[in-house]
C-alpha cells in the first residue's frame, strides 16, 4: 500500500532550482491523493512566469512515480491559493531571512 509518508519523502528530493530547496518543504504542494496504485498531487509554483514550469512538474511526476507501488502520478498545477513565504516550513523561512 502507497502512503502519503512515501509520495512525502519522494517530492523531498525534487529542488526548485530558483530557490534551492525542495518543493514539499517550500510548501508549494497542496494535496496529495492516492487512489490505490494511482496518486494525484495539486501543487503550485514560487512565481507564475516560473521558467521552469514543465521542467518541474516532470519532476515531480517522476518523483511520486518512483515511490513503490505507484503506476501512475497526475500532476496539477493551481494558481489559487497564491503561493507566498509563509507557506514554506520554518526551515525554509529562516533559511529565507524570514
Not at 528530493?13 to 510548501?27: A, K, L, Q, R
Not at 521558467?51 to 518523483?63: F, G, M, S, Y
Request: charged residues 30%; hydrophobic residues 40%; contains cysteine.
Amino acid at each position: 500500500m502507497i502512503t502519503e509518508e512515501q509520495v512525502i519523502e519522494s517530492l523531498k528530493t525534487v529542488i526548485d532550482p530558483e530557490v534551492g530547496f525542495d518543493v514539499y518543504s517550500m510548501g508549494l504542494i497542496y494535496k496529495i491523493d492516492i487512489d490505490d496504485k494511482k496518486v494525484d498531487v495539486e501543487m503550485t509554483l514560487s512565481t507564475r512566469g516560473c521558467p521552469l514550469h514543465e521542467l518541474i512538474k516532470q519532476w515531480v511526476k517522476d518523483a511520486v512515480e518512483k515511490v513503490p507501488g505507484v503506476e501512475e502520478a497526475n500532476i496539477n498545477i493551481v494558481w489559487e491559493p497564491a503561493w507566498n513565504a509563509s507557506m514554506a516550513s520554518d526551515e525554509v523561512k529562516k533559511a529565507m531571512g524570514g
